[in-house]
C-alpha cells in the first residue's frame, strides 16, 4: 500500500490554522503570505513527516523524499530558479519550525544551493563578488557543522588564522580573493573531515540538511528545554525550506529583529536591533554587535516606514505582540517570521491590559493570557533603591528583576551548583542554547558580548531569570574561571549582584526589595475576582502577614497556625514548659503565661481582616518542632556531667530529658499532634477558645468592626473527637460570653486532614460548621509519604525518573489525594448541604491544584499571602 499521506505544503497552501502540521514558523508564514506580507517564497515538510522518521528509528516514511522533490520542482517554477543552475540558482534555508517556540534549539541551514556551479551566476546577479565567496564560505562552515557535524574549530581556526594573516580585524575585512581562498581551504578541510565524502551535489545536501534538522529535535540542548517548557517530544518539529534572501548585498540590504511592542516592559515602542550588510545569524547569535531600530530610518528610510506599517499589520492580525525577523535585500523588505514574542511577566501584564484598552481583546482573552506565574514573576524582589552602591560595570537590560549569587563560569558548574539550592550567577562570554540547563538553574545571567535580542536574552526573558548582556570590557577567563571586572578579579564563589531592569551589575551582595505593585497588576486581580468562583483567603498569623494579604485581595484568614506563633525563640520557652509540663499546676501555669501572649497576635489578626472571616486553628505542634531534641538534650547533660555544672542546672536540664525521653515518638508526625494533644490536655483548647473570644470581643468594642470567628480542630480522625473538643470549645466561649456581657456569632469546624475523617466525613459533618482540607497531612497519610524525609529522599528520584508526574507535596496528585477531597466534601455536605468547605495545605496557592478545588466545589482556597494574586487569577482561569 502506497502512502497517501500529504508531507509537503507550499507556502499558499497553508494558514495559521494548520499549526499543529506546519509548526509555528512555517503555519505564520503562510498566514504572512495569505494577508499580503512580502514573505520569500518557500514549502514546508510537516511535523507529522519528522515524527513518522523519529518513530521509525529516523527512516524516513515512504514518498516523503519523492514529496520534497516535488515541492522544490513547484519552488523552483514559481521562483523561476533553480537548484544548482549556473544561470539562475535558487538558494534556500532550511530552518526547523516546532509547533512551540523554541529559540535556537534546534539547527538551521543558511544559503543550501550555494557550489562550485552556482558562486559565479550568484556573484553576477549580485554584482558583488565578495558577497557570493561569503555566502558559500558560510554555508560549508554552517553545513559542514550541523548536518556532517564536523567540529565548528575546524572552520574557526582557518578563518582565524586567515584574518591573522591579512592584519583583518573583522570578517567584513576580509576581500573577495581572501573569502575564495577561505572557500577552497574550507572544503578541502570539510572533505579531509570526512574521508573524502563531502557532497557537493545540493538536491542530496537539501535531503540531508531536512533530515538533519529533524534530527535535532533530539539533540540534548532541544530535550532540556522541552522538559523545562513542558513540551512533547511526541510533537516533532516541521522544516522550512526558503528562497534565500540577503542581508549582506552591501549596504542597501540589511537583516534584523523587532518587536511591536517592548518585551521587557510591554511598552508600545520601537524595540528591535539591525544590522546592515549581515545576514540573520549575526544578529540572533550576537556575533556582531547590532544597532538600535530606531537608526535604521536614517539607513533605509523606506524599508523602515514599511517595516514599521508591517509591524503593525501584524500585531493586528494576530491580536498579541510580535517578535520578527526580517531582512531587506537591495532596499526591499521581506519579513522571514513573525511569531507572538516571549516576554517578561511585567510585559505580559501590561500588553494584556493595553490590549484590553486598546480594545484589541476582552477582559476574559487577557486573563488567559497572563499566566499565574507571571503574576507571581511580578511579586519577585528587585534591588533596594536606597542602596549606595556604586556599579562596576553596566551593561544591557536583557532580562529584568534582581539577582545576587556566587559565580559560576560554566554551565555544568552552575546546573550543578544551582540544582543543589545555591544562589548562582552565570558569567559567560555570550551564552549560547547549550548553557541553557546552567541558565535555568541560575539567578542570573552574566555575558560580555552580545544584544538584547541575543539568545541569552531571549530565553532568560522567558523564564524570568535575571540577565545583564554585552557587559562591556569585562574579561573572562573561563579555564581560570575568573571574571575581571574594572581591574578587579572576580572568581568562582565571589558574589555579585545584578540589576536585569537597568544593566547594572554590582560587587557583593545587594540588599533585595520587594517589588511594587501596579496599577495594571491590580486591573488583572478585578477582572479575575470578577469572573472567579472561589473564594480566595491567605495563611497568616499576624498583623504584618494579614495586612500584606488582604493587600493583596485575600477574602478572610484561612488557617493561623497558632503553633506558629510561638517560633520565636523568645516564645518558645512558654509552649515547651506547657508540653513538658509534669502536673495540671504546672501546665495550667505555662498557659496562663501563654494566654495574653496569643491574645494580642488574634487581636492583630482581627484588626486586619476587618470583619472578613478567621480561622484560628488550635494547637497542633508536631512535639518534635517544639521539644528539644532527645539526642542533644542528652549529649548536653552528658556534658555538664563532666564540666561539673551547678547542681540546680544539671537537675533542671535532667528533667527536662526526662521528660524528652517520655514524650518522644518515632513518627511524630504521626504522634501527639493536634486534637490528640487537646484531648489529653483539655485545658489547651479551652486556653485557646478563651484567648480568641477575649481578642474578638476586645476588637469589636476597640474598632467597632464584626469578627468573623472560626475555631478550626486540627488532626481529626473521629467524629468523637470533633465532638468533644467542640464542647470543650464551646463551653470556654460561652464562660467567656457570659463574663463578658457580650456575645458575637461564631463557628467551630474542623481540618480533614486524616484519610479516615474523609472518608466518614458524613459523620463528622454533624460537629462541625466547616471543612478546611488540610492537603499537607492527607498527602502524607494519604499517601503514605513522610512529609519531613520523602522529598530528600525517593520523591525526587520519583520525579527525576517520571515515576511520578509531579512532588505532590507542591500539586495536588488529583488522580489519588484528590479523591479524599471530593469524597470529603461530597458526605460532609450529604449531611449538611450548606456545609462551608475550603482547603489550606500549600496546594491553595498552585495553579492546577486550584483548578482540581473549583472543579469539587470547595468554596474557597486559601495559601500564603504572596500566592494570592496567583491564586487569584488561577480560580478566574478555572472557570474561563
Ligand atoms: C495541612 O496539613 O495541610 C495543613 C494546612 O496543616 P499543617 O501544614 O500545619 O499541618
Ligand atoms: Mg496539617
Known amino acids: 500500500m502506497t502512502d497517501q499521506t500529504k508531507y509537503v505544503y507550499d507556502l499558499s497552501e497553508g494558514d495559521v490554522s494548520l499549526k499543529n502540521l506546519l509548526g509555528g ?128 574549530h575546524v572552520f574557526e581556526d582557518a578563518l582565524t588564522a586567515m584574518k591573522a594573516d591579512r592584519g583583518a580585524e573583522q570578517d567584513t575585512d576580509l576581500s573577495a580573493a581572501d573569502l575564495k581562498e577561505l572557500t577552497r581551504q574550507f572544503q578541502e578541510l570539510a572533505n579531509r573531515e570526512l574521508g573524502g565524502d563531502w557532497t557537493s551535489d545540493p538536491k542530496q545536501q537539501l535531503l540531508r540538511a531536512v533530515n538533519a534538522v529533524f534530527a535535532s529535535w533530539l539533540n540534548p540542548r532541544a530535550e532540556v528545554y522541552r522538559k523545562s517548557q513542558g513540551i512533547s517530544r511526541d510533537l516533532g518539529t516541521a522544516v522550512n525550506v526558503q528562497e534565500m534572501v540577503f542581508g549582506n548585498r552591501g549596504e542597501t540590504s540589511a537583516t534584523g529583529v523587532c518587536f511591536s511592542r517592548n518585551p521587557s516592559t510591554g511598552v508600545k515602542e520601537l524595540y528591535g536591533e539591525f544590522l546592515t550588510n549581515a545576514q540573520g545569524e549575526d544578529v540572533v547569535a550576537g556575533i556582531r554587535t547590532p544597532r538600535p531600530l530606531a537608526e535604521m530610518e536614517g539607513v533605509l528610510p523606506e524599508a523602515f516606514h514599511e517595516l514599521l506599517a508591517t509591524m503593525d499589520a501584524l500585531e493586528l492580525h494576530n491580536k498579541d505582540m ?70 562596576i560595570v553596566k551593561g544591557l537590560p536583557a532580562s529584568p528583576g534582581a539577582a545576587v549569587g556566587a559565580l559560576s563560569f560554566d ?297 468573623g470567628v472560626e475555631i478550626m480542630i486540627p488532626l481529626v480522625a473521629y467524629e468523637s473527637e470533633l465532638k468533644a473538643q467542640r464542647e470543650i470549645v464551646v463551653a470556654a466561649v460561652e464562660d467567656e460570653f457570659a463574663k463578658a456581657g457580650k456575645r458575637l456569632d461564631y463557628l467551630v469546624g474542623t481540618m480533614i486532614e486524616i484519610p479516615r475523617a474523609a472518608l466518614t466525613a458524613d459523620q463528622i459533618a454533624r460537629e462541625a460548621d466547616f471543612f478546611s482540607f488540610g492537603t499537607n497531612d492527607l498527602t502524607q497519610t494519604g499517601i503514605g509519604i513522610s512529609r519531613d524525609d520523602a522529598e530528600a529522599g525517593f520523591l525526587g528520584a520519583y520525579v527525576d525518573t517520571e515515576v511520578i508526574e509531579k512532588n505532590p507535596f507542591e500539586s495536588l496528585d488529583v488522580s489519588g489525594v484528590g479523591q479524599l477531597v471530593a469524597l470529603g466534601v461530597e458526605k460532609g455536605r450529604s449531611t449538611k448541604p450548606t456545609l462551608k468547605t475550603g482547603v489550606c495545605g500549600e496546594h491553595g496557592g498552585d495553579p492546577a491544584s486550584i483548578e482540581f478545588f473549583n472543579s469539587v466545589g470547595l468554596d474557597y482556597v486559601s495559601c500564603s499571602p504572596f500566592r494570592v494574586p496567583v491564586a487569584r487569577l488561577a480560580a478566574a482561569r478555572s472557570v474561563l
Open 25 to 152: 514558523k512555517g503555519a505564520n508564514l503562510a498566514e504572512m503570505n495569505k494577508i499580503g506580507v512580502p514573505v520569500p517564497d518557500a514549502f514546508t515538510v510537516t511535523t507529522q513527516a519528522c515524527v513518522a522518521a523519529m518513530n521509525n528509528g529516523g527512516t524516513w516514511p515512504q514518498g516523503l523524499a519523492e514529496q520534497i522533490d516535488a515541492g522544490l520542482s513547484r519552488l523552483e517554477e514559481r521562483t523561476g530558479k533553480t537548484l544548482g543552475s549556473p544561470d539562475k540558482p535558487l538558494l534556500v534555508s532550511v530552518r526547523s519550525g516546532a509547533v512551540f517556540s523554541m529559540p535556537g534549539m534546534m539547527d538551521t541551514i543558511l544559503n543550501l544551493g550555494i557550489s562550485d556551479d552556482t558562486v559565479e551566476a550568484v556573484a553576477a546577479l549580485a554584482g558583488n563578488e565578495r558577497f557570493a565567496w561569503d555566502c558559500y564560505r558560510r554555508f560549508i562552515q554552517m553545513y559542514g557543522e550541523v548536518v556532517e557535524g564536523i567540529s565548528p
Open 322 to 391: 510580535q517578535d520578527m525577523e526580517f531582512t531587506i535585500e537591495d532596499g526591499k523588505l521581506y519579513m522571514l517570521q513573525t511569531r507572538n514574542g516571549k516576554r517578561t511577566a511585567a510585559a505580559t501584564v501590561k500588553t494584556a491590559v493595553d490590549m484590553v484598552d486598546e480594545g484589541l481583546i476582552t477582559t476574559d482573552e487577557a486573563l488567559l493570557r497572563i499566566n499565574p506565574a507571571d503574576l507571581d514573576a511580578l511579586l519577585h524582589p528587585g534591588i533596594d533603591p536606597d542602596h549606595t552602591a556604586t556599579p
Open 411 to 707: 554551565a555544568d558548574d552552575a546546573a550543578e551548583r544551582g540544582g543543589r539550592g545555591e544562589q548562582i550567577i552565570l558569567v559567560r562570554y555570550e551564552t549560547t542554547p547549550d548553557d541553557i540547563h546552567g541558565v535555568m538553574v541560575s539567578q542570573g545571567v552574566l555575558t560580555a558580548h552580545g544584544g538584547m535580542t541575543s539568545h541569552a536574552a531571549v530565553v532568560a526573558r522567558g523564564m524570568g531569570i535575571t540577565c545583564v548582556a554585552g557587559a562591556p570590557g569585562i574579561k573572562i577567563d573561563p579555564l581560570g574561571k575568573t571574571v575581571a571586572i574594572d581591574g578587579v578579579v572576580y572568581g568562582t564563589g565571589d558574589v555579585l549582584t545584578l540589576n536585569g531592569s537597568t544593566g547594572e551589575v554590582f560587587a557583593g551582595a545587594l540588599p533585595l526589595v520587594p517589588p511594587s505593585i501596579n496599577e495594571d497588576f491590580e486591573k488583572v486581580g478585578r477582572w479575575a475576582d470578577a469572573v472567579r468562583r472561589l473564594g480566595v483567603r491567605a495563611n497568616a498569623e499576624n498583623f504584618e502577614d494579614a495586612s500584606k494579604a488582604r493587600e493583596l485581595g485575600a477574602e478572610g484568614i484561612g488557617l493561623a497556625r497558632t503553633e506558629h506563633m510561638f517560633m520565636a525563640a523568645d516564645r518558645l520557652p512558654a509552649v515547651r514548659k506547657m508540653i513538658l509540663a509534669e502536673n495540671e499546676d504546672q501546665r495550667a501555669a505555662a498557659l496562663a503565661e501563654i494566654l495574653p501572649m496569643q491574645q494580642v497576635d488574634f487581636e492583630g489578626i482581627f484588626t486586619a481582616m476587618k470583619g472578613l472571616p478567621v480561622t484560628v486553628r488550635l494547637l497542633d505542634p508536631p512535639l518534635h518542632e517544639f521539644l528539644p531534641n532527645l539526642v542533644e538534650q542528652s549529649v548536653l547533660v552528658k556534658e555538664l556531667e563532666l564540666t561539673g555544672a551547678d547542681e540546680a542546672r544539671l537537675a533542671a536540664e535532667r528533667a527536662t530529658l526526662a521528660q524528652v525521653k517520655k514524650l518522644h515518638e518515632q513518627n511524630p508526625m504521626l504522634g501527639t499532634r493536634g486534637c490528640r494533644l487537646a484531648m489529653l490536655y483539655p485545658s489547651i483548647p479551652d486556653m485557646q477558645a478563651r484567648a480568641i473570644i477575649r481578642a474578638a470581643l476586645a476588637v469589636l468594642e476597640r474598632e467597632g468592626e464584626t469578627v
